[in-house]
């Protein structure tokens, strides 16, 4: 497929994207806490696969994190450190990737006062991933939605186009995101002329991984998340209390691995013959749920235990990160200050 027509499709899937180091990926992660596995299986993954086929910029958004934590700057500023070093500890390499941190591009606010004239507010208030969310903040924004919250596609869509990412790796839920972007730019590009580029989503993974107790999300408010930093004791805590099938009282009592957690679990830590075996134990009343998830905590750690060594790294040279972040800004600016020059040549404020 040439680029010409992957650009016309509103997304495409990673494994059609061909490798092309001249083009740029750029994807962000609201610092709102650290990441869990969730995270990892949904996007970091793909990310490190992405690394090596093409430019790839990571933005910590800060800004956008405050549009619904604007009580809570703490929560964010803490968040910034710990979602790159889950970042760096999987293994997504600061020398491949530009970590850059939102609210020290000041030419991403510009941009997003330029874009507001081109939006509509019923056109945001359509925005399904925006009404969803809204819906699940009545707490925070009680009778109004703010106008910050309201408009943060416009925000993200500077985001994408300051750094003229060709591509944007996202999750199924930010694809409604990426749609408003390109109308953004199409109108954009049809007032002031062809200045900007249209960025196509690229879908990372459809997974979408439960919380521990079965809930389809997972998250620190539900409590039921497991988290790259957890401990091997944690991670033990966390399982050793995970639903299982609560017909199954004794040993060899006949269970129904569709219904339990841990062997939902065995499916994303442990291989595939052995989660067969596992399938068949349960069924035939073979198999003690402490001992099934004694397993599930060694295949878990096996997996997690590399990350924590190396985010270990990390935790105990916090400048190292901070300088990462640092050169990665400076690197970002440079690109937005000539995406800047060109949008305001166009838009003929070039005084
Ligand atoms: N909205 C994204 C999220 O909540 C984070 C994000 C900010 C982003 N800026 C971005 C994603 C730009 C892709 C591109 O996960
Ligand atoms: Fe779940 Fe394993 Fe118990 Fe079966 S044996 S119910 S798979 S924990």
Request: hydrophobic share 35%; proline share 4%; charged share 30%.
């Amino acid at each position: 497929m040439s680029e010409k027509e992957l650009i016309n499709d509103e997304k495409i899937k990673l494994e059609d994207v061909k490798p092309d180091k001249t083009l740029r990926i750029l994807t962000g992660d609201r610092p709102t806490g650290k990441m869990h596995i969730g995270h990892y299986f949904g996007s970091l993954k793909s990310r490190v696969a992405l690394q090596d086929k093409f430019q790839t910029f990571i933005e910590v958004a800060d800004v956008q994190a405050l549009t619904d934590n604007f009580n809570n700057p703490d929560k964010v500023k803490k968040s910034v450190n710990q979602i790159v070093m889950d970042e760096l500890a999987v293994g997504l390499d600061p020398n491949k990737v530009t970590f850059f941190i939102q609210s020290l591009i000041p030419e991403i606010a510009e941009l997003t006062v330029f874009y507001s004239n081109l939006v509509t507010i019923a056109r945001l208030e359509r925005n399904p991933t925006v009404k969803t969310e809204i819906a699940q903040k009545k707490d925070l924004f009680g009778e109004s939605v703010t106008y910050g919250f309201l408009g943060y596609p416009v925000s993200q869509a500077a985001d994408i186009t300051c750094f003229d990412a060709t591509y944007v790796p996202v999750g199924e839920d930010q694809l409604p995101l990426i749609e408003q972007c390109r109308e953004i730019v199409r109108k954009f590009n049809s007032i002031y002329g062809d200045t900007l580029r249209e960025p196509v989503a690229v879908m990372s993974s459809n997974m979408r991984i439960k919380g521990l107790d079965g809930n389809v999300k997972m998250g620190k408010s539900l409590g039921n998340a497991l988290y790259l930093s957890d401990d091997l004791d944690t991670i033990k805590q966390k399982v050793m209390s995970a639903v299982t099938d609560p017909s199954r009282i004794r040993k060899d009592d006949k269970g129904n691995p569709d219904i339990c957690m841990v062997y939902y679990y065995h499916n994303l830590f442990t291989d595939k013959e052995e989660c067969k075996n596992i399938c068949e134990e349960c069924k035939a009343g073979k198999r003690g749920c402490v001992a099934c998830k004694k397993q599930l905590i060694e295949s878990i750690n096996k997996v997690l235990e590399p990350i924590r060594d190396k985010r270990k790294h990390y935790e105990e040279n916090p400048k190292e990160v901070m300088d990462i972040l640092m050169a990665g800004t400076d690197k970002a600016r440079v690109i937005a200050k000539e995406t800047m020059e060109k949008v305001k040549k166009s838009m003929k404020l070039d005084y």
